[in-house]
């Protein structure tokens, strides 16, 4: 984030943890400050422990099992912080995006979201194809506007990986239908997003 903080992803504990200002430091290890998705750091099932059964502050991003999903393809579960120092999730497990938004006193984003993309509410559960549905997304952007990129994976004919970008315009509510589409029927399982300094929009195309 622009304070040199980093957030990462951690795929196989299922959830997110900040390590504040890692590269102004010289000792090592260096502790995670903060985390997303579990109760504290020494929790790492999907859910907290409920499985399939999501909530509005947990993250399932791989099944302790194993490789059990084709659609896991490999390890994935996107981060970013937006302009105004929220925290948006690539959940890829739950078929959503989750945002946790900052908090005004502490300037920490806070660990309950409070916006769902990809699911009517933050209880549902279950992939698809539709606009306002998601299938594995792995990475998420968030441009100067406010509008939120998304990489999903959506399933194709007879089982084939497809792939698109999902385009979700400001102003952003849960459970939105996305506004448009980037790459549908060009793309197969996008995995990473990156805007470039002249606005261009760069991705990962997987396989």
Not at 37 to 58: E, H, I, K, L, M
Not at 151 to 173: E, K, M, N, Y
């Amino acid at each position: 984030d622009p304070a040199g903080n980093l957030y990462v992803p951690d795929f196989d504990n299922n959830r997110v943890v900040r390590y504040n200002s890692p590269f102004a430091s010289h000792s090592s290890p260096i502790p995670a400050s903060y985390v997303w998705g579990q109760a504290d750091f020494t929790g790492n099932q999907r859910n907290r422990g409920s499985g399939d059964q999501p909530a509005a502050n947990t993250l399932s991003f791989r099944d302790e099992t194993g490789f059990d999903d084709p659609g896991d393809h490999g390890f994935t579960g996107g981060v970013a912080i937006d302009s105004a120092g929220n925290l948006w999730v690539a959940d890829s497990r739950n078929d959503r995006v989750v945002r946790f938004p900052k908090d005004p006193l502490t300037g920490v984003p806070q660990t309950t979201a409070d916006i769902v993309l990809g699911q009517p509410n933050f209880t549902s559960f279950g992939s698809g194809s539709s606009l306002n549905q998601m299938w594995r997304p792995a990475a998420v952007r968030v441009n100067a506007a406010g509008d939120v990129y998304v990489a999903d994976s959506q399933p194709g004919d007879g089982g084939a990986l497809g792939g698109r970008i999902l385009v979700f315009q400001h102003p952003i509510v849960s459970g939105m239908s996305a506004t448009s589409t980037i790459g549908a029927g060009q793309l197969r399982t996008p995995t990473g997003l990156e805007f470039d300094p002249a606005g261009g929009l760069w991705v990962n195309d997987s396989i």
